[in-house]
Nanobody, 124 residues
Framework: QVQLIESGGGLVQAGGSLRLSCAASGRTISRYGMGWFRQAPGPERDFVAAINWSGGSTVYADSAKGRFTISRDNAKNTVYLQMNSLKPEDTAVYYC?????????????????WGQGTQVTVSS
């Protein structure tokens, strides 16, 4: 079992920045891809960014490209999401997840373990 704890969310003005962290415990995540997803009020959880096991390959949703950066520190068993130039439409609960493979994947069904989420609110 893997436990994931997200942190770093909060209230920020449009144009501001936040850095989310996702700390894993219970098992090393160094051999697995990791992803960030978000869920605004409503049923849909959307892909944001993913990273492969080594950090050498990343993939982003179109909405995140050029503004967000995913990274990882396997020595700390932690994944990060740096979010710059935030917009009100980025407001959501952000979740990190562990992939079933070493690769960074974009589909919810490719992830086994999920954190509880951290709220990000961007005011206009």
């Amino acid at each position: 079992q893997v436990q994931l704890i997200e942190s770093g969310g909060g209230l920020v003005q449009a144009g501001g920045s936040l850095r989310l962290s996702c700390a894993a415990s219970g098992r090393t995540i160094s051999r697995y891809g990791m992803g960030w997803f978000r869920q605004a009020p409503g049923p849909e959880r959307d892909f944001v960014a993913a990273i492969n096991w080594s950090g050498g390959s990343t993939v982003y949703a179109d909405s995140a490209k050029g503004r967000f950066t995913i990274s990882r520190d396997n020595a700390k068993n932690t994944v990060y999401l740096q979010m710059n130039s935030l917009k009100p439409e980025d407001t959501a609960v952000y979740y990190c997840a562990v992939a079933q493979t070493p690769w960074g994947l974009t589909r919810i069904k490719d992830y086994d373990y999920w954190g509880q989420g951290t709220q990000v609110t961007v005011s206009s």
